[in-house]
C-alpha cells in the first residue's frame, strides 16, 4: 500500500476503510483493490483510527461506517473534514449505512461528508461513487435518503423543525407550510434539476430525462448549488426535501 496522498503520488485514488467488522474491511478492501486507478492504504477498525490514519496519509476518500466503538463515525467525519480549505490536502469522506441507521446520516452530513451509500450496494456502484466524490461531487442512496427524511419528519428532534417550518394558521386562514427564501430564487427549469437531484439520478440521467445536454444541466446544478447556498448534491437533496419538492 502507498503512503501519503495516492492521487497526487502514485496516481491512484488513495482510499481509507473504516469499519469495526473485520470481515466488512477485506471485503470492501477486496473489491477496491482490484481496481487500477484506486488503493486501499489503510484501514481502520474504530473512529479514533481512522482520525489517526486520515491525518497521518491524507487520503482523498474514506469509507466511513456509523456505527463504531468509542469514536463513532459521525464524530470522525467531523475531525476528518474540519480543515478542508485551510491549505491540508482535501479528503473526502463516504458514510455507509444501513437502513436501522439512517438517522444518523444527517449529522454525518452536516459533519462535512461527501455522501452515503447502503452497505449493500453493488460493488460497482461503490467504484463509482468513489470516483464520482474525488471529482469532487457527492453521492446519494435515492432509497435510504427517502428513509432518512421520512424518519427525521416522524421523529421527536424534528418535530421543532416541523414547526418552525410552519406559518400559524389565523381564524380565516389555512397554515402555509414554510420555504426557504432562496427557493424563490430558481428559476423554474432549475426546480426541475433540483427534483430530479433529489431522486438520487446523475447529471446524464437528468440530462436524459430533460432532453438538454450534459453541459447545460452542470451549469443548472452549479447555479442552484450557489443559489441555495449548498456545499453539495447531498445539501441540494435535504434542501428539496426540506422545502417539500419532492
Known amino acids: 500500500m502507498s503512503e501519503g496522498n495516492g492521487a497526487n503520488g502514485s496516481g ?23 481496481q487500477p486507478d484506486l488503493d486501499v492504504v489503510g484501514q481502520a477498525g474504530d473512529g ?4 489517526e490514519i486520515a491525518r497521518r496519509l491524507h ?13 463513532d463515525g459521525i464524530e470522525a467525519t467531523r475531525l476528518i473534514t474540519e480543515h478542508a480549505g485551510d491549505g491540508s490536502p482535501l479528503t473526502r469522506v463516504i458514510i455507509l449505512t444501513t437502513f436501522d441507521l439512517d438517522e444518523y446520516v ?5 459533519a462535512g461528508a461527501s455522501g452515503f451509500l447502503l452497505k449493500d450496494t453493488e460493488p460497482e456502484s461503490l467504484l ?28 421527536g428532534d424534528a418535530a421543532a423543525i416541523a414547526s418552525a417550518q410552519t406559518v400559524p394558521a389565523s381564524p380565516t386562514q389555512p397554515s402555509v407550510a414554510y420555504t426557504d427564501p432562496e427557493l424563490d430564487l430558481l428559476t423554474e427549469r432549475e426546480r426541475e434539476v433540483l427534483i430530479e437531484i433529489a431522486h438520487g ?22 447555479h442552484i448549488l450557489a443559489k441555495i447556498n449548498a456545499r453539495d448534491r447531498v445539501q441540494a437533496v435535504v434542501f428539496a426535501y426540506e422545502n417539500h419538492l419532492v
Open 12 to 34: 491512484r485514488i488513495s482510499v481509507v476503510i473504516a469499519d469495526d467488522q473485520e470481515l466488512v474491511r477485506a471485503g470492501f478492501a477486496m473489491v477496491i483493490g482490484s
Open 48 to 51: 479514533a483510527q481512522a482520525v
Open 59 to 71: 487520503p482523498d476518500v474514506v469509507l466511513m461506517d456509523v456505527r463504531m466503538p468509542g469514536m
Open 106 to 110: 444527517m449529522a454525518a452530513i452536516h
Open 128 to 155: 463509482n461513487s468513489i470516483r464520482t466524490v474525488y471529482q469532487g461531487n457527492a453521492i446519494i442512496a435515492p432509497s435510504a435518503t427517502k428513509r432518512l427524511i421520512e424518519k427525521m419528519s416522524q421523529s
Open 201 to 222: 439520478l446523475s447529471n446524464q440521467e437528468i440530462a436524459d430525462k430533460l432532453f438538454v445536454s450534459l453541459p447545460t444541466v452542470k451549469t443548472h446544478v452549479a
